[in-house]
């Protein structure tokens, strides 16, 4: 649980710091360099600008000179200024959402939800097509530029760079600034080759005779041209050099320097220290050696690390002036009340080397002082690194279990699980809250192998545990169950979910509330699932949590079969978790799964298209299991009933592999029933049997009619009642019937009970029950039209509109229940329209590329996603973004279309003309 130490209440956390994404003001004597960026410029639409130079060479002035330049052009542009704490996968990739979301929050609001809940290749290279997407939707000329890429080595952080330079639309540019060679060989050989490359080096960068005078004579006021050209000479046009010349020269009396050469580091270094730091004054000295153990200072940061908190106006005073006369510190932008400050690189270099020749100076103090200053502002890589640097790893635990529930909670996993590396695996082991957390991480991420681990891990200690903490564990088998839809573990732990301590904390009430409304709604008790749910909302909770929990029991409507209501509350949860930004994107994807389920109940089937396929691959891995399930399903119905079969096919390829992979049973069996019905309307005997014989050897492993175990044998006895129907078997489809609908009111399915009391109507009237068979019907419609059902009615069978259309004729239909069955004729001639035009306009076909040709020609064999991949040596994800494109070039919506726009354009099997 949270440590008292480092208490995370009243205070907001600091995910990324405003100033790594904001640039630098830059010196007050930029000088233009008319030549350098107008070349600049004339690169501004390459793919790659890569500028690289040692230290001091001035690429950190020349990017904020050429990012001016940009913006005057209309450009926007997004700036991150790396360090070395960013040589993480996580950590990385949230620096760079930060970054875009300055220019565009809604740019990076999908890719934010998947930042740290899988770290495989296939997982990697699926968040940069979404981060591709969102950037795709901005379309504005987008300049990214990451300057001291140098500090970088993790091999999938260069990987996320080249994906990103392959898969992003033409108006996105990559700017890197580096001291070493940009470690993408491949890729930058590729680019080079096609013209999409610019690269400076030292030799641009480098000042001329004339840019070195121009330079020094802003810095100084005036020079004599000859002293220009000698300094011109000892630097050899080195930025930095000419810089310490200037400053040096501007606190000497007498104006004279030493004539040595000042053209690398060790120069300046060497220089610095006995030229320089030599004459300054005691204060300020003091002032630059303590700040240079801080990537970055301000004010009352300074003050602390001298131990006068309040000597603030004083240190305002000192940085300023420090400022003023460039001594190598710069202000930074940011979104704070202080006034941020970074310290030259070379400088600091420096200045770390001579802390160590201070005894009188403890660095570990320094950096405990500030690791409390950074804590107690929410800035958490900044506290845990001076923390470790401190040489404290129990105070960096602290800190970040501490935090580590609000980031759980805010959806931050990637942040959580940077901090979690950082923390010595002793500290790890010792600490409740962390062990916690960590199997967290890994529930969220799927990652259930290292989740046994840690759960195994935690309840060895569940013996000296306290009752909170005891509870907690409880939790996180509940959650745990839930994600795995396992209703029986739920279930076994009932009384320790029902006995709750009584200072428990809002985690602890909302996750308690989830997790009984989950198993009381699966055991058809829908109202007290509501109930739960309504006592669980707490004055001063969690806004996040608030809305989950009104996502959870818009879920108990939808099971209940009640339309309407649900479909009015995913609509509210999904605009305001929208308008909340990334940290609450998994409730909108969650709320977009489910809003998907009530809209193709209306008969909305294009709408449940636009509202998933943008958002389908980042919902599967981020949304509950039955999230998933609707948001399949239902896509799936929706390009079926559009007449897009090879399009509803894959969606349930794409369920079966999810259910699978997860081994969720219950999903599984609710693909195999849709692709079931599918071949059956296909006329596909063989394939429709052999699918019921997966089904029904899943479910022989289930003897319970509760929970998930009776969901998976109600879907099997369905599955075995349209199968007798199809073989016009009326009368053993009647016996399986009749049971199954008992079973289904007992539970209060009741969108079930309509939908198999229309299927019940078939059987009877194929075995000449017409009486029966209408008296079915009725009850089917009665309840039908009390639920707000259109396609659970008109999706039993093909037979249904002319069953529906005879009993419309019948003088003995009721008046309001007529009305009904006109709104459900309507519905279905709507559908069969769409099915026969399709929704694609026409268009002319657009350039496709050599791949996106290769993957025209596999699909036009029904080759699903999986296999194209193998056969051209990429990753399923891959495909998938080379589909979208090609969808767009030849104006068509899906599988089937671009098959046909294939045919009617005349292209050969190889995808050309």
């Not at 990987?159 to 001291?179: C, D, K, M, N, T």
């Not at 840019?211 to 000892?234: C, N, Q, T, W």
């Not at 209501?565 to 930004?581: D, K, M, N, P, T």
Request: hydrophobic content about 45%; glycine content about 6%.
């Amino acid at each position: 649980m949270p440590s008292s130490r480092y208490s995370s209440s009243d205070r907001e956390l600091q995910v990324v710091a405003s100033t790594k994404v904001l640039p630098p003001r830059g010196a007050r004597h930029l000088m233009p360099r008319e030549a350098l960026i107008s070349r600049l410029l004339e690169a501004r639409r390459q793919r790659c600008v890569v500028i690289q130079g040692p230290a001091g060479c001035g690429k950190t002035s020349t990017l904020l000179a050429w990012r001016r330049e940009l913006l005057s052009l209309n450009f926007d542009v997004a700036w991150l200024s790396l360090a070395g704490e960013d040589n993480d996968l996580a950590r990385f990739s949230s620096c760079l959402l930060a970054s875009l979301a300055e220019v565009d929050p809604a740019m990076v609001r999908e890719a934010a939800i998947l930042v740290g809940r899988e770290n495989d290749d296939l997982a990697m290279e699926h968040w940069v097509i979404t981060l591709v997407q969102g950037i795709a939707q901005h379309k504005q000329e987008l300049v990214l530029i990451l300057d001291d890429l140098h500090l970088l080595s993790d091999p999938r952080i260069f990987q996320i760079l080249q994906w990103l330079l392959e898969y992003a639309p033409a108006h996105f540019h990559l700017v890197l600034g580096s001291r070493t060679a940009v470690p993408m060989p491949h890729a930058l050989t590729r680019l080079r080759a096609q013209g999409l490359l610019s690269e400076f080096d030292l030799r641009d960068l480098r000042f001329s005779a004339e840019e070195s005078e121009r330079f020094l004579r802003e810095y100084l006021g005036k020079i004599d041209k000859r002293d220009a050209e000698v300094l011109h000479e000892l630097t050899d046009g080195w930025a930095a050099g000419l810089q310490l010349f200037a400053v040096d020269l501007k606190a000497r009396p007498n104006g004279s320097y030493p004539h040595v050469q000042v053209r690398d580091a060790g120069a300046f270094a060497s220089y610095f220290e006995q030229e320089v730091l030599a004459n300054l004054a005691p204060d300020d000295l003091a002032l630059l050696l303590r700040t240079s153990i801080c990537n970055r200072f301000c004010a009352s940061l300074c003050a602390a690390l001298f131990g006068q908190p309040h000597a603030l106006p004083k240190m305002l005073n000192r940085l300023a002036r420090l400022d003023g006369s460039n001594l190598f510190i710069t202000k930074v932008e940011s979104h704070d009340r202080e006034s941020w400050y970074r310290m030259h690189p070379l400088l600091r270099e420096v200045l770390r080397g001579q802390l160590a020749e201070h005894p009188e100076i403890d660095q570990q103090a320094l950096h405990a002082t500030a690791r409390s200053w950074f804590s107690e502002r929410g800035y958490l890589d900044e506290a845990v690194r001076h923390a470790i640097q401190a040489g404290d790893t129990q105070a960096a635990a602290d800190i970040v279990e501490a935090w580590a529930y609000d980031l759980l909670a805010r959806g931050d996993l990637s942040q959580l699980a940077s901090l979690l590396r950082r923390i010595p695996e002793e500290q790890m082991q010792e600490r409740f809250g962390l062990l916690l957390v960590t199997a967290h991480r890994h529930m969220f991420a799927r990652d259930y192998a290292a989740l046994e681990q840690a759960v195994a891990r935690l309840d060895g200690m569940r013996e000296g545990l306290e009752p909170n903490q005891r509870y907690a564990l409880t939790l996180l088998h509940a959650g745990t169950a839930l994600q795995r839809d396992d209703t029986d573990a739920a279930q076994a732990l009932l009384p320790e979910l029902l006995d709750i301590p009584e200072d428990a904390d809002d985690f602890a009430q909302t996750g308690r509330s989830n997790a009984l409304a989950w198993l009381y709604m699966y055991q058809g008790e829908y109202e007290h699932a509501r109930a739960i749910l309504d006592a669980g909302e707490r004055p001063g909770g969690s806004p996040r949590r608030s809305l989950v929990g009104r996502c959870m029991a818009g879920m108990s409507l939808i099971l209940e079969g009640r339309i309407t209501q649900a479909e009015h509350i995913f609509r509210e949860v999904l605009q305001e978790a929208e308008q909340q930004g990334p940290a609450y994107g998994t409730v909108a994807f969650m709320a977009a799964g489910l809003l998907a389920s009530a809209l193709y109940e209306l008969n909305e089937c294009e709408s449940v298209c636009q509202l998933l396929e943008p958002r389908i691959g980042v919902l599967e891995r981020a949304s509950l299991p039955e999230a998933v399930l609707q948001a399949l399903l239902m896509l799936s119905s929706s390009h079926w009933q559009a007449g897009r079969r090879l399009e509803a096919h894959a969606q349930i390829d794409r369920l079966e592999e999810y259910a699978s992979a997860y081994s969720l049973d219950r999903l599984l069996v609710s693909a195999l029933i849709v692709r079931h019905s599918f071949f059956l309307q296909q006329g596909e005997i063989e394939q429709a049997k052999a699918t019921l014989e997966r089904i029904e050897t899943l479910a022989a492993g289930y003897s319970d009619n509760r929970g998930i175990a009776g969901d998976i044998r109600m879907v099997a006895q369905r599955a075995q009642a349209e199968e007798r129907i199809h073989r016009k078997d009326f009368a053993t489809a009647a016996e399986v019937l009749a049971p199954l609908i008992a079973t289904c009111e007992e539970s209060k399915r009741w969108r079930r009970v309509a939908s198999l009391r229309m299927l019940l109507a078939i059987a009877e009237q194929g075995r000449g029950n017409d009486e029966a068979a209408r008296a079915q019907m009725i009850e089917a419609l009665r309840l039908g039209h009390q639920l707000g059902l259109l396609r659970s009615l008109l999706s039993v069978s093909h037979r249904v509109p002319k069953m529906l259309a005879r009993l419309l004729e019948d003088e003995r239909t009721d008046p309001v229940l007529g009305f009904y069955i006109q709104r459900l004729l309507a519905a279905s001639e709507q559908a069969a329209q769409d099915a026969g035009t399709g929704t694609a306009p026409a268009a002319a076909i657009g350039n496709l590329s050599d791949r996106e040709s290769e993957v025209l020609a596999l699909l036009a064999h029904a080759m699903p996603n999986k296999k194209i991949a193998r056969a051209l040596g990429v990753s399923p994800e891959t495909v998938k973004w080379h589909l979208k494109n090609i969808y767009g070039k030849l104006g068509v919506s899906g599988r089937d279309e671009a098959i046909a726009r294939m045919r009617d354009l005349g292209l050969d099997s190889a995808g050309k003309l």
